[in-house]
């Protein structure tokens, strides 16, 4: 049992920048801190500026970020190194051996059918119910709206949600992800206001940091510390 690390688990897709988002307030906060990528989709290599020399582990501005290890189980790494570990498991089957080890599980999704559908074959076959946060993004008026997502994913039959958030197309956030994957760095700042309350919500009730300690550590991450 690992009493001094925090596990946090996400599924689904767009979720490498808020998994660098939390990495980023939790460093600065004094955590040891590690992302591992269980996904097959491999996202976050194209956000990090990843020389393939240097194998399956990256050290990016403090933390560990391990790279393709989609059959490669969490419990064979030395998570108790850390005081901090995020994982991604994008839609992988072989990453329900992991859910052990998880504190809560984030699900997130954008709109895209292409992406919505493999999320919900996963969900559904998760082999536990997990307590998770639910994250809809680039979410746009009209007729798919995040309360179909929700009946798509059977989000209620197979998660246990503590919290729910969705979040507004922002072209303006749209484009520094954008620029992210392109410019392979990851630029922390043009946050939309209900974006930044996620995090600083998130933080201070799974990691039990203390808010004002939290939004500090916002706060400078944005201005490049």
Not at 69 to 87: E, H, T
Not at 119 to 129: D, E, Q, T
Not at 179 to 197: A, G, W
């Amino acid at each position: 049992m690992m009493d001094n690390t925090t596990v946090i688990g996400f599924a689904g897709f767009s979720k490498s920048d808020i998994m660098l988002y939390f990495a980023r307030i939790l460093h600065l906060l004094g955590e040891n801190t590690a992302i591992i990528d269980r996904s097959t989709e491999c996202e976050i290599v194209y956000s990090v500026p990843y020389d393939p020399g240097c194998g399956n582990i990256l050290e990016y501005r403090g933390i560990d970020i391990y790279l393709g290890l989609s059959n490669f189980p969490v419990g064979q790494l030395p998570l108790n190194y850390y005081s901090s570990v995020l994982i991604d498991l994008g839609v992988n089957p072989d990453a329900y051996k992991d859910l052990d080890y998880l504190k809560i599980l984030f699900i997130v999704t954008d709109l895209n059918r292409h992406h919505t559908i493999p999320l919900s074959a996963w969900l559904g076959n998760l082999p536990v119910k997990p307590t998770a946060v639910r994250i809809i993004r680039d979410t746009l008026y009209g007729k798919i709206r995040p309360d179909y997502i929700d009946s798509l994913l059977k989000i209620q039959q197979v998660a246990n949600i503590i919290a729910s958030y969705e979040f507004p197309f922002d072209e303006r956030e749209y484009y520094t992800r954008l620029l992210t994957q392109y410019d392979d760095i990851f630029k922390f700042n043009k946050i939309p206001k209900e974006f930044k309350t996620m995090l600083i919500d998130c933080v201070t009730e799974i990691f039990n940091k203390q808010r004002r300690d939290a939004v500090k550590a916002l706060k400078k991450a944005q201005l490049g510390g």
